[in-house]
């Protein structure tokens, strides 16, 4: 199957650009990460609410069940889309990646203790954007992640009141604004 | 010093079934999307329905493409997702066309009397 024909320098650097403007135009119609951002940064900014008013394991409990709802919602979200677009991307890493983020956000607390044991899930949050921002190929996602790494640490070194609280409201936070700021921005 | 076999050449492993704008489209579509619709394809490579399909067809017999139908209601939908061997035939493609191109950038940044292969 190969090409007998000799292809021109100029008609093989035509078909690269072609190609690479065919692909950026399908990366950019099939990214939609504001949607899941705004989503989760107000379940974030709930549970912020949650760790105020009852700090221990309430928060633990009030995500295991927003967490999945929220998944679901986002789940939907995107079916519903890729239907509209008549296209899709595969779902397995995305997935993937949130069920990572839930066990490290879950498994992180039993690992630690003190002031940072409320602080330490939004560290496997910040890891599993970065996974995110790569599946995605955006930079607005690096920057949350660090962000959101960054947050905790601030935190800490505050030594605030409620640290776990006041760590979910700034991620909340950070994570709405991000989602609005992206989906302008586009 | 020996002389590059003509073999060794990017041209030579350009793929005829590929080495097309449409085809190589279509191909970088499905290189992003999980899959696409005839119709996303159609609007997006500015083609006709029975210029896709012709294209499509080249594609699915030589085992780059599956196409598969669904039902919406009562409205048939058709689907298109690349299969391992056509991710592979744009990798290549994709490989020897920068060849090629990087061939002749060196060729054009050679001194004059040491141009030995024109790409």
């Known amino acids: ?37 705004v989503v989760f940064g107000a379940i974030t900014l709930a549970s912020a609410l949650v760790q105020w008013a009852w700090p221990g394991a309430a928060v633990g409990l009030f995500w295991a069940l927003a967490g999945p709802v ?24 995305y997935i993937l990646t949130a069920i990572g983020i839930f066990v490290g956000a879950f498994a992180l607390p039993i690992l630690t203790h003190g002031d940072l044991q409320e602080v330490v899930s939004t560290f496997a949050v910040a890891a599993g954007y970065l996974a995110f921002a790569w599946l995605e190929r955006t ?14 640490l601030v935190v800490l070194a505050a030594g605030v009141d409620h640290p ?3 760590t979910a409201a700034a991620t909340g936070a950070a994570l709405v604004a991000t989602g609005v700021l992206s989906r302008r921005g586009r | ?37 005839f119709t996303y394809l159609r609007n997006a490579l500015g083609l006709t329905d029975g210029n896709l399909s012709r294209h499509l067809s080249v594609l699915e017999e030589s085992g780059y493409l599956e196409i598969s139908k669904t039902f919406e209601g ?44 024109p790409a």
């Open chain 1, 1 to 37: 199957m190969t090409n007998a024909h000799a292809s021109s320098p100029q008609d093989a650097a035509n078909l690269l650009r072609h190609v690479e403007s065919v692909r950026s135009q399908t990366r950019s119609l099939l990214r939609a990460f504001w949607f899941p951002l």
């Open chain 1, 70 to 93: 929220g998944g679901v919602t986002v789940g939907r979200f995107y079916q519903s889309r890729q239907l509209r677009l008549g296209l899709s991307r595969p779902a397995r890493p």
């Open chain 1, 139 to 152: 930079g607005w996602l690096v920057l949350l992640a660090l962000l959101m790494a960054a947050i905790p």
């Open chain 1, 164 to 166: 776990g609280a006041v």
């Open chain 2, 1 to 37: 010093m020996s002389e590059p076999a003509a073999d060794d050449h990017p041209a030579q492993r350009l793929d005829d079934v590929v080495h097309q704008r449409v085809r190589l489209g279509i191909l970088a579509v499905l290189d992003q999307a999980d899959r696409a619709d």
């Open chain 2, 74 to 117: 009562r409205k048939p939908r058709t689907w298109v997702r690349s299969t391992r061997r056509g991710k592979a035939a744009l990798a290549e493609e994709m490989a020897a066309l920068r060849e090629l191109v990087t061939r002749y950038e060196d060729n054009l940044a050679r001194p004059l009397g040491d141009v030995g292969d």
